[in-house]
């Protein structure tokens, strides 16, 4: 689709949907849903994505459920249902900030913007940018606890830990441990001072 080939891509859309479909799964349902509504781009496109935003939310898919959002929120400011499109966009970043999908809630920041709306600069980056448990998380990452002992302490699993940890390395724009400490001490001086934001106004 992006490449002008609306043919090729409505039948890999297609083909993606009948498989998901088949296999049952709400998720790929979703995405899949999504994506043939991304290359049809029409009023049935709106309805599948549409459709996509209520298939991810059931099935606890937060990331995606984000994605999909966003994804119509743009298609509706295309098309110039720009209240539609800010009500969708909206929802997108607040679910993509609170998931630590920085690059989602970037995108609908951007969107937003072009909608129209008038969305304040916020952490989206940076110290502030941390949840509660990612900021527990990487300060005992950053004393040298490992993934399995910040578990035991925190009493979750230690896959929540790498979760936590994924997400802080994106927000702090770091790579490794080794980089936490350096980076909570100098966000402290600047929360959030690079990125945009989280937070809409009307």
Do not use: F, N
Not at 79 to 84: C, E, I, L, N, Y
Not at 144 to 163: G, H, Y
Request: glycine share 8%; net charge neutral.
């Amino acid at each position: 689709a992006a490449v002008g080939d609306r043919r090729r891509a409505l039948a890999l859309a297609d083909e993606e949907l009948a498989l998901a479909r088949r296999w049952g799964a709400p998720r790929p349902i979703g995405i899949a849903q999504r994506a043939a509504g991304l290359a049809r781009g029409d009023d049935d496109g709106l309805e599948l994505m549409t459709a996509a935003c209520a298939t991810l939310a059931e099935a606890g898919a937060p990331v995606e459920h984000a994605r999909s959002l966003v994804a119509l929120g743009a298609a509706l400011r295309r098309r110039g249902a720009r209240v539609q499109a800010r009500e969708s966009l909206r929802d997108g970043l607040d679910l993509a900030h609170r998931c630590g999908a920085v690059a989602i809630a970037e995108h609908a920041w951007e969107e937003l913007v072009v909608a129209g709306a008038r969305p304040r600069r916020d952490a989206l980056r940076g110290r502030d940018a941390l949840t509660s448990s990612e900021l527990r998380v990487a300060r005992l990452a950053a004393d040298e606890r490992t993934d399995r002992e910040i578990a035991q302490l925190l009493m979750v699993t230690p896959r929540t830990v790498e979760t936590h940890l994924t997400s802080t390395y994106a927000k702090l724009g770091i790579r490794s441990r080794r980089e936490l400490a350096p980076a909570l001490d100098d966000a402290q001086g600047a929360p959030g001072a690079d990125a945009p934001a989280a937070a809409v106004d009307a």
